[in-house]
């Protein structure tokens, strides 16, 4: 590790340990990645907060770890499945899933403004499930208020809230990130974007919303798939109603079981859906 090897070159003596912030546990990652955005520092390797994603195996490790899961026995996987259904099952776990994720929505500068038209105050939200299940609607009916903002429409949801702003700010994936993708499990967070389920599971294949990406970072993200789990995978273009060309990746249908295998056991119950699959 880099740090192990400054430590050895300038000497433990060159070096301190100082607690910067204190806050609360629930916090914690939101303070965490504040800090490694504002003081980027040289000797952390992984730069998103709660994510080992950057971290990048040697070739023994990784060989290593492909000849453990190609040496479980059907006793060994079927352990380990009835564990996750358990894991995942219990209303505990969904809890904590679900918190993560309003972390995470915090963590990557998601804001949700709505005004109560009764009231005039507004109430703002770090996700656009969290500002749904506040207002007591869908997430659909935010993304179909944004739409309609978008067009220049004012329509109130149900009948009383007035969608103001969502400011999406995305963490970046750059052809590092890409390659270092290759040495994680496939998830969700961060390249599933939300939408209605039509738009991500049409005839059997998935579609991967990734408008934040370059067309080469989602040709990169392709190669991965394909290399790394077998998964096969096209590059699909779609024009914004404002004209702007984006890039996304359309799993084919032949693949969904594999990608089901890999990804289910990391996906919160209420995200299912996003897989053709019931909670």
């Not at 700010?169 to 599933?192: D, L, M, P, W, Y």
């Not at 080469?216 to 998964?231: D, S």
Request: with cysteine; net charge positive; charged share 30%.
């Amino acid at each position: 590790m880099l740090i192990s090897k400054a430590l050895i070159k300038y000497g433990y003596g060159n070096f301190t340990l100082e607690i910067i912030e204190y806050c609360n546990r629930s916090d914690a990652i939101i303070r965490e990645q504040y800090f490694l955005d504002l003081c980027k520092p040289e000797y952390n390797l992984l730069k998103i907060a709660g994510s080992s994603l950057g971290y990048i195996h040697t070739e023994n490790t990784l060989a290593k770890m492909r000849d453990s899961r190609l040496n479980w026995t059907e006793e060994q996987k079927a352990k380990v499945l009835d564990h996750l259904k358990i894991h995942n099952s219990s209303v505990e776990q969904r809890e904590k899933s679900r918190q993560r994720l309003i972390d995470y929505n915090k963590s990557k500068g998601m804001l949700i403004e709505i005004l109560d038209t009764t009231t005039n105050e507004i109430s703002s939200y770090s996700s656009i499930r969290q500002a749904a299940e506040a207002l007591g609607c869908v997430h659909g009916t935010i993304l179909s208020a944004e739409k309609n903002k978008k067009e220049g429409i004012s329509k109130l949801i149900k009948k009383r809230y007035l969608l103001k702003n969502i400011r999406r700010e995305f963490h970046s994936f750059t052809r590092s990130s890409a390659q270092a993708i290759s040495n994680e499990k496939v998830g969700s967070s961060g390249v599933v974007g939300p939408g209605p389920r039509d738009g991500y599971f049409t005839d059997g294949s998935l579609k991967i919303c990734t408008d934040n990406f370059t067309i080469e970072e989602v040709e990169r993200l392709i190669e991965v798939l394909q290399a790394k789990y077998g998964i096969k995978a096209t590059i699909n273009q779609r024009t914004n109603p404002d004209g702007a060309i984006k890039w996304r990746i359309r799993i084919s249908k032949l693949s969904m079981d594999k990608l089901i295998r890999i990804v289910r056991p990391h996906i919160i119950p209420e995200m299912l859906y996003k897989l053709g699959l019931k909670e």
